[in-house]
């Protein structure tokens, strides 16, 4: 059976926020980091990430996002940072300063019911967070570490979102291609 590559997450739609964080990431290349970019069409928020799961799960967790329930989402994205830390930079990330605890109840509801079918815990549990580039090497590693302590406060505004949905990524040669298989609204 095949298997699909899926995540579940809260897009970034709105064109004005998708802009300050591509200026955000273009000065990361400016300061020299060896960094792959996300592209603009692809910022998410991640709530589950579920790997490579069988075809046939991909309609169970269809099935079981059905029952979710929540608020339209307001998030507010200020401050950025970096995964594992500043010192030893993997990940580089904007931060969610307003939304946290809503984010957190839909991950929360996730985790029952995709155990339920299935799909083992999340061992990293949740921590919202918007990815905006992955660090190959340590090239540069001070200067970004000066950028982002500079923009550690960086308000990069808010969206509304009415929408979670269930992503299928199909990785290529380019980056990562998303589609929606399914999408729970308010």
């Known amino acids: 059976m095949e298997k699909v590559r899926a ?5 970034l739609e709105d064109e004005a926020l998708r802009q300050g964080i591509s200026d955000f990431q273009q000065s990361l290349i400016s300061e020299g980091a060896d960094a792959k970019l996300v592209a603009p069409q692809n910022l998410h928020l991640t709530l589950r990430f579920l790997g490579e ?3 046939d799960a991909v309609q169970r967790v269809i099935d ?3 029952g979710l329930s929540f608020q339209p989402l307001e998030i507010q994205f200020k401050g950025v940072g970096a995964f594992p830390s500043t010192t030893r930079i993997n990940v580089v990330w904007v931060a969610v300063s307003r939304g946290q605890d809503d984010l957190r109840e839909i991950a929360e509801a996730l985790e029952p019911k995709l155990r339920k079918i299935g799909i083992p ?14 660090i190959r090497s340590g090239r540069n590693r001070e200067k970004i570490t000066r950028l982002l302590s500079q923009l550690r406060e960086r308000d990069f505004g808010a969206m509304r979102s009415e929408s979670v949905r269930l992503k299928k990524s199909i990785l290529t040669p380019d980056g990562p291609a998303y589609s929606t298989i399914f999408e729970v609204r308010p």
């Open 53 to 55: 799961i069988e075809e």
């Open 7 to 11: 995540f579940i997450a809260v897009d």
């Open 64 to 66: 079981e996002m059905r």
């Open 121 to 134: 815990s999340d061992k990293k549990g949740f921590s919202p967070h918007l990815t905006v580039a992955r």
